[in-house]
């Protein structure tokens, strides 16, 4: 039984660029979250889709945007990008009947800003 | 004030010892209480799950929650090489979607 896999796992890109990130949810999970975490940092909640909508929404801005397709996959796309923005971006999945919180997390992709 | 407060650490202990890592928080909405681990170059993994106070026990972990003192722990008996990670504290408010971690400590078992 896959896990939650995410690609790609590493990434250099500069100033200005746009970026996409991809992710499989686990199998027979149908709700997927965002967390962008920072070097030393914890987890920061970016989004959460489910049936293909934006359920909930962190704090970050607009260039922060994402995607759920009928296979319960993911996107998350970053515009104009700031290198502010390097971390590792981590996509976590849940099914509905699970405890509220307990997410199954993949193993990120690691984004470098220059 | 952030919403959570962990200490990161590092905290650096022998092989066997019991091992008590702890966090604070100011919201009194929050919930659902979690202990995650994350492996260096890993994404966490959910290792406890609670959502009153009390004690919680699974093996050699036990988690706990203070919800008068905004309180959660959780400890490692007999701790193990293997257990060196990064352990990240987490909660959720009632009808959210929303993790809230905290930093994060990182762990080290010595052998």
């Known amino acids: 039984d896959a896990g939650v896999t995410q690609s790609p796992t590493h990434l250099i890109k500069t100033r200005g660029q746009q970026v996409t990130l991809r992710c499989s949810p686990k199998?027979?999970?149908?709700?997927v979250s965002w967390y962008q975490q920072a070097l030393g940092q914890g987890p920061q909640f970016i989004f959460q889709?489910?049936?293909?909508?934006?359920?909930q929404r962190g704090n970050f801005p607009d260039r922060f945007s994402g995607h759920q397709f009928p296979n319960y996959s993911s996107e998350l796309n970053v515009n104009a990008l700031l290198l502010g923005d390097s971390a590792l971006y981590l996509c976590a999945s849940t099914g509905s009947g699970a405890n509220t919180g307990e997410l199954f997390f993949g193993e990120g992709s690691r984004l470098t800003v220059l | 004030q952030k919403e959570v407060e962990q200490d990161p650490g590092p905290l650096s202990v022998p092989e066997g010892a019991i091992v008590s890592l702890n966090c604070t928080y100011s919201n009194s909405a929050f919930q659902y209480f979690m202990w995650y681990r994350q492996y260096s170059r890993k994404g966490p993994e959910l290792l406890m799950y609670?959502?009153?106070?009390g004690n919680k026990e699974d093996g050699r972990f036990t988690a706990q929650v203070d919800k008068s003192s905004k309180y959660i722990s959780l400890f490692i008996r007999d701790s193990q090489p293997s257990d060196s990670a990064t352990y990240l504290c987490?909660?959720?408010?009632?009808?959210?979607?929303?993790?809230?971690f905290g930093k994060g400590t990182l762990l080290t078992v010595n052998p």
């Open positions: 199998s027979g999970h149908d709700t």
């Open positions: 987490a909660m959720i408010k009632g009808s959210n979607y929303k993790l809230t």
């Open positions: 889709y489910y049936e293909e909508e934006e359920r």
């Open positions: 609670t959502y009153s106070s």
